[in-house]
């Protein structure tokens, strides 16, 4: 099963992909999380990625293409914020036919803005081990303490309201036009991402076949 997950900032692929992750067996490759550590880390990547990424702006294509390219090595995985414009998702094409690697399906996860900028406002993450909470639909035990390893937990810089708003103009005008893009290709699976993320989940699942992965060759 190889996924590519597509939707605006706050419509909670990055939480589908770690689900579907687990129930299919299958890797998460999320490039905002990758890039984030890398920034966190201060390596020469991560220098030149995080001023875009504090903008709310795309991180040029050459340095994703090597990004991505290092990653996607083997059948099994979910993307998530990869491909996010045309140029990218011809990227892709050209990566996954030089590794004999095949697409099943591209999800789209269409959600209203409002309700988008909402969910993100109230977002916190984990400062150390990236995990997701939300003040009101996903709160920690311990207020601004991770469950999972203790941490604080902080907002992301992009997740202020105005970097959120361009965000979303970022995929209006970038990365939308994939949407016609997979339609006519056929694969595309849109699903309503104003539920709840288990609701989201069981629209996923029911279209895709509750089974583990036990077959990557075929839909
Ligand atoms: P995300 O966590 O997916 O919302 O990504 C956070 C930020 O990382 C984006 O606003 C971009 O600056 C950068 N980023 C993530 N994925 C990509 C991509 N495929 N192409 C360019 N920039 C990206």
């Known amino acids: 099963m190889n996924l590519v997950l597509l ?6 692929k990055g939480t589908q992909a770690k689900m579907l992750a687990s129930h299919y067996k299958i890797r998460e490759i999320s490039l905002g999380d990758i890039l984030r550590e890398e920034a966190k880390k201060k390596t020469p990547l991560g ?3 995080s001023d875009y990424m504090k903008r709310g ?18 059948h099994g995985f979910v993307l998530d914020g990869f491909p996010r414009n045309l140029a990218q998702a011809k990227m892709l094409e050209d990566i996954l036919k030089e590794k004999n690697l ?16 909402q ?15 939300h003040i009101l639909n996903m709160p920690p035990k311990k207020e601004g303490i991770c469950d999972r390893c203790g941490a604080s937990l902080i907002i992301r810089e992009d ?5 959120v708003r361009r965000r979303w103009q970022v995929f209006k005008e970038e990365t939308a036009s994939l949407i016609g893009y997979y ?37």
């Open 7 to 12: 939707g605006a900032p706050g419509s909670g």
């Open 47 to 49: 220098e030149v990625v």
């Open 57 to 74: 702006v795309l991180v040029p294509d050459e340095i994703i293409k090597d990004v991505i390219q290092s990653k996607l090595n083997s």
């Open 102 to 117: 095949t697409l099943n399906k591209v999800i789209y996860f269409k959600v209203d803005e409002e309700k988008a900028v």
């Open 119 to 133: 969910r993100l406002s109230g977002r916190r993450v984990c400062k150390e081990c990236g995990a997701v909470y």
């Open 159 to 163: 997740d202020k309201e105005s970097t």
């Open 183 to 219: 339609l006519k290709k056929s694969n595309l699976l849109e699903i309503d991402a104003n539920k709840s993320k288990e609701e989201v989940f069981l629209q996923i699942t029911e279209a895709l076949g509750y089974g583990e992965d036990k077959d990557s060759s075929g839909d």
